[in-house]
């Protein structure tokens, strides 16, 4: 086999052309994927911890008080979720625990507001203190779903900021 110059530039370029490919599929695409991730999820959990935070303030007051406006967000896990593969472990592992948590407030505020309505449309006669504790209870449980949801997501913001400040800088948030 012969080779001339031009066939040999060409296959040195198509090996460099393929290893820049590797390069962008291996590493930089799962970087990115990596850093957006992190970036929405971070922003979602600073929003819900402020949620938290006011709905446990709101409660000083009224310890029984279960906030029916509280809202947690979940719409950024929802839009990442197809690559928080690509998060390293410890992120991984505390945003999948805070976003259970914040799941189960959800769900305790539907269940709350659900026996309220159905106490409330009994007649007075028949609103036991049976039913009144057991309300109660739900509401010291709800107290505490909320203060450790918090917790964890003070737990999981560092290992998210550094996703974020961590590898060679990101081009969409400037050098």
Sequence with gaps: MNWDAEGTAAVVGAVVATIGVFAVELWLKPEFARKRVARVLLTELRLNAKAIARAIKDREGEPD?????IFTSQRGWEAVSGDIHHLPEG???????VYAQLTE???????FSRKTDQLLQLPAVAQTTAMQIDLQNDSQLFGGVLASTLEQISRTLPH????IDDGPPDPLRGA
């Excluded at 008080?65 to 406006?69: D, G, L, M």
């Excluded at 992120?91 to 625990?97: F, G, K």
């Design 65 to 69: 008080r279960v906030s029916e406006s």
């Design 91 to 97: 992120a991984l592992r505390t945003s999948l625990l």
């Design 105 to 111: 407030i959800d769900r305790l505020v539907s269940h």
């Design 160 to 163: 998210l900021e550094r996703v």
